[in-house]
Each structure stands twice: as C-alpha cells, then as structure tokens.
C-alpha cells in the first residue's frame, strides 16, 4: 500500500506536466498573434516584448509536451490539479508580455501612447529610469502588478493595475481583452478542443474548471460549439456597440473618429460577452456618459450570463421558451428584474445622502414621474451596476465608492451569486444557490414526515431520490461555506491593510468582486493598494474561478501526493 507522503508519482507529473505544457503552447500561440497586432500598430518595443516573451512560453511548454508526450490520459484527480496548476502557469507566463513591454519601452515612447485629448496634465506621474512618465504600462514594470493583471484577465475578473488605460499601447490594450475573451469561455477546454483527445480524460478537464453543462455527448464538440457561439456573438456585439457609440450624442463619443470607435467597440464587445470587464477606456462605461451604450451592453451581459446549452437549444431549436424552462435561466432573469428594482429603490432613497454619486442633469427628454434627474440618474445607475454585478462582467458606469453601505452590500449579493453555471461568469451560481436553498427547505421538511415515506425533491425538471439529494446538497453546501468563508476572511484583511478611508462594506465589495471575477470596485484596487492585499486578491480571483475544490486537490496533492 503507497502511503500519500510518497507525494505526486513520476507517471503522475508526467499527466500534469504535459497537459500544462500543452496550455503553454496554445498560450504562446496567443502571444504570436499579437506581436503582428502591435506591428501593426507600430508598437515595436511592445512587439519585441511579445516575441520573447512567446518564445520563452512556447520553449517551455513544447518541452513539457513532448518530454511527457506518452503520458496516460488524465483521470478528475489529475484534471483538478491541471485546471488550478494551469491557471496558475498561465498568468504567471501572461505576465510576461506586460512586464517585457513596460521595460523595453522607453519613457518618451510611453508618453506617445497618451491620447492627444487627455488630460494628462491631472494625471500622476510614474518614475521610470531616473525621469516620470504619465503612461500606466510603466506599472507592469513591477512584476506583481504584471501578475496580478494577467490573472484578473485570465479569470475574467476585470480588476486592473492600470489607471489610465488609454495610455496604454495598443498591443497591451489587446493583450487584455484577449486573454480574457480566451479566458472566459477556459483556457482548459479551449486547449481540449484543439488537442481533440477523447475519452474521459477530456471529459475530466473539462469537468474540473466548474463546466459540467454539455451540450453534445462529445466534450470536444461541446466546447467547438461553444466557441462557435462565441465568436458569432461578439461579432453581434461589435456590430451593436460600434452603432450605439456613433450614434451617442455624449461629447466623448462625438470626439471618437471612426477607427477609435471600432477598436473601443471590438474591445468592450470581446470582454463584455465573456463578462471579464476590462475596458480601453479611462473610466470604464462611465466615460461615454452615454445611456444608449449602457442599453446596448445590458443584453450583451446578459447573453455572457446564460448558460451556453441554453443558447444552443435556442438557436438550433429556434425555441425561444426555452429561456423560460430552464431553472438557471428563468431565476437568473427574474433576479435582474427584481435585483434592479430593489437597488434602484435604495439607490433613490438615499440620493440626499450621497453627494456627488449621481448625476444632476437629466439623460431622459422629459421629466420622470415626480422623480428629480439625480434620482432618474440613481435608476439607470441601479439598472446598469445590478446587470453588471449579477452577470459578473464588471463594466462601471458610476462611482460606487460613493453609494450608502446598503446599496453596497446589494451589489456584493448580486456578485457572490453570480449567473448561470455553463456560462461564463463567476460567483457561486445560481444552481448551486437554488440547490443550497431548496435542500435546506427539503431538510426541514423531512421532520414531518413519516419514517416510512418515500423522500424525494425536484430541481428543474429532475426528480432526485433521498440518497441523491443528499449528496447534491452536500456538495452545494460546502463549496458555498467554502466560498463565504474565503470571502469573510478576505474582507477582514482588507479592512485592515487598506486604509481608513475606506469602510468594511468597501472592503468586502472589493473581495467578493475579486473572488466572483466581477471587476467593479470601490477604489480599493490600483497600483497603491497594499502588496498583502494585492497577493491576496491574487489567490481570490484564482479560487473564484475555479470553485475552490480543484485549487484544494492541487494543495493537497503539492503536499500529500495523489494517493487516496
């Protein structure tokens, strides 16, 4: 009998280290691609940092892969320790082409990344070399903040390092819309539907990083199809954002030429899909202070929120209902509307108490009821901050860090629970909410019945037996205790490292906005926040991607092996 001390087997790490290896290269791959984005931009400094960067990731990962080539097919164990150890190689090599970039680029050529119209004047300087520069790459300079960029574009969480990001070249600014439009479907089963390896083996991985929705008995023709759907509607969304952009009558979107539109377009429809929230913009979707785009980005969220069979059923079956038969899908719309109403109600009442927080002039071209233009400001803030917070995406049309504590906490809600599992968000998820709640009205039933009774329950249109209840609910319990616990211990931290000028609601909207990959923030997150908070957001959007239980099996397995 193997004792678990003997840690991880050679035939083991061979599993492991080739599939990691095979992410490397479908990495580096990424990475390619955008060297001739940033040629194309003339970016050659950024081009350079791309190349080596590229070259580094596809040596390793090609040696890995071809070292270990004869490996077995991995079974869950090894699946688990894969998705979390491969999330982590990921970043660590995505970081790459952020800090090689930040230091092959010299300061004046920073500062050319600058828009004309900015006001750069206000903004504050970055030593670099002995001299300033206004440009944010120069914070990926520092390879944590490098790190920590790449994860939160990997797990599709949105929160950023950099403050301007229209000071940003043009390749980094696709650096970060990529991976997370990559990384919002799965690094993992991408690699899966490329390598077409089946058998369980696929299955495993792709069951390991918290996707058990199938949409073809073929995990490899689930996931083509999924990409399928994606790249179909982000063209959809490009299309819709690029009309809306031009059409809006906001000043900042009268002053885009053409080609700026288009590129601003493609970004936000790439990560707005995905639901990750990067933007190319200053001040997320606030900078275009503009309702019509915040209308047209709503059903864009939304679409990243929906599980993906549903989307498929939808468009091959053209069975619109079906929106309404699936669980996930009718809470998920029910809770967008319910979720607005009562955030926009709190958000209205406490207009008096938030100086600053809401605009003054009116977006509507009549009058709303008896209500003032703070408090229609205060609804369309509701509407758009709720969709954005429940779908998980993270786009910021307003300074939340200005809202009451329990407008705050509404907000952190929306973003513990998150969407439809099968789709792209993050949070617990609505099924696993709906399991935990409807098991414990099942447990508190069972009291009253007769030892004799046949037990059963119902979630959709499933009918589990006792046994198989039980071990639902079981399994929902504990990566929701688990999940809470992360986020309570998190928020504590924070409070405690951040600052005095911010509260515990702050804190705690922060962390569960790391930990569900939302992206929203309170002003917590940036280049100054303390580097303890900074590592611990890491491990936060890290866990919340993966629904804590692969990044245990690859703790225990660092530690103890993969033995029983």
Known sequence: MTDRSDGLLSADLGIIARDIGSLLLMEAGLMSFSVAVALGFGEFHA???????????AAIGG??????????????????????????????????????????????VMDSFVPAAADAASWEPIAVGGTTTVSSLAYFRDPLHALFESMSGWTGSGLTMAIHEPSLPRAVQWWRSFIQWVGGVGVI???????????????????????????HPSVVSTVRTVWKLVVGYTLL?????????????????????????????????????????????????????????????????????IAFPVHYVVLRDRRVRELVDDLQTRWLLLLFGAGIAVLSIQNVLSVPATAGAFSTGSFLPVSALSLDAAQTDAIRDSTFQWVSALSCTGFQSAPIGRWVAGAKVLVVGAMVLGGAAGSTVGGIKIVRGY???????????????????????????????????????????????????????????????????????????????????????????GPSMPPLAEGMFLFNMWIGRLEIIPVLVFLRAGIWGLNP
């Open 63 to 108: 040696f890995a892969n071809r070292r270990f080539a004869d490996a077995p097919n991995p079974r869950m164990k090894h699946g688990m320790v894969i998705a979390a150890g491969g999330w982590l190689t990921v970043a660590a090599f995505g970081a790459l082409p952020l800090f090689l970039a930040a230091w092959l680029t010299p300061p004046a």
């Open 189 to 215: 089963v991408l690699t899966v539907s490329i390598l077409s390896r089946p058998g369980s083996g696929s299955y495993a991985l792709y069951q390991s990083e918290a996707r058990e929705e199938k949409i």
């Open 47 to 57: 081009a350079l940092g791309f190349l080596i960067a590229g070259g580094v990731t």
């Open 237 to 305: 969304a490009f299309a819709t954002l690029f009309a809306a952009v031009r059409a809006s009558e906001s000043a900042y979107a009268e002053s885009l030429s053409v080609g700026e539109t288009a590129w601003q377009a493609l970004n936000h429809a790439m990560t707005g899909l995905t639901t990750g929230g990067f933007s190319v913009t200053d001040n997320s979707i606030a900078t275009y202070n503009s309702a019509l785009v915040e209308a047209a980005l709503l059903p864009i969220m939304v679409l990243g929120a």
């Open 435 to 525: 399991t935990v709640a409807r098991g414990i009205v099942w447990q508190f039933s069972r009291v009253f019945l007769p030892k004799n009774a046949v037990v059963t329950a119902r979630i959709g249109d499933r009918t589990l037996d006792r046994e198989t209840m039980e071990r639902e609910f079981g399994e929902a319990a504990i990566v929701t205790l688990l999940w809470l616990l992360a986020l309570a211990v998190g928020s504590l931290v924070l409070v405690n490292v951040a600052g005095p000028e911010f509260t515990y609601a702050d804190a705690l909207f922060e962390v569960a906005s790391a930990q569900g990959n939302v992206g929203l923030s309170t002003g917590i997150t």
